[in-house]
Nanobody, 124 residues
Framework: VQLQASGGGLVQAGDSLRLSCAAS????????MGWFRQAPGKEREFVAG????????GYADSVKGRFTIDRDNAKNTVYLQMNKLKPEDTAVYYC??????????????????WGQGTLVTVSS
């Protein structure tokens, strides 16, 4: 599975961005998908995740109420809608696929495939 994340950019605080993660090589329809982020000098952290039928969705407390994860299995794509962005949301955002679990894992070690990352910069 190859994952391609896109949609990052430079925005101002309060703006919105929509990230996309497109998969190739294999269908994502049975995978749990996650978004992680890594800010400079910090460890990679869980942002949001969604199971393959969207029956279970999880968010980090820091983004709950502002970010929304969804997926279109027909398009083999997962999205992260980010609203009310804050400077502390600045990071490289990665999408990831977990082929083994039927729940949303919050540890990066649980995910098997990773995209290359897309940079989100939020200015104050």
């Amino acid at each position: 599975v190859q994952l391609q994340a896109s949609g990052g950019g430079l925005v101002q605080a309060g703006d919105s961005l929509r990230l996309s993660c497109a998969a190739s090589g294999r269908t994502l329809s049975t995978y749990t998908m996650g978004w992680f982020r890594q800010a400079p000098g910090k460890e990679r952290e869980f942002v949001a995740g969604i199971t393959w039928r969207a029956g279970s969705i999880g968010y980090a407390d820091s983004v709950k109420g502002r970010f929304t994860i969804d997926r279109d299995n027909a398009k083999n794509t997962v999205y992260l809608q980010m609203n009310k962005l804050k400077p502390e949301d600045t990071a490289v955002y990665y999408c990831a696929a977990d082929q083994d679990r039927w729940y949303v894992g919050r540890s990066s070690s649980q995910y098997d495939y990773w995209g290359q990352g897309t940079l989100v910069t939020v200015s104050s």
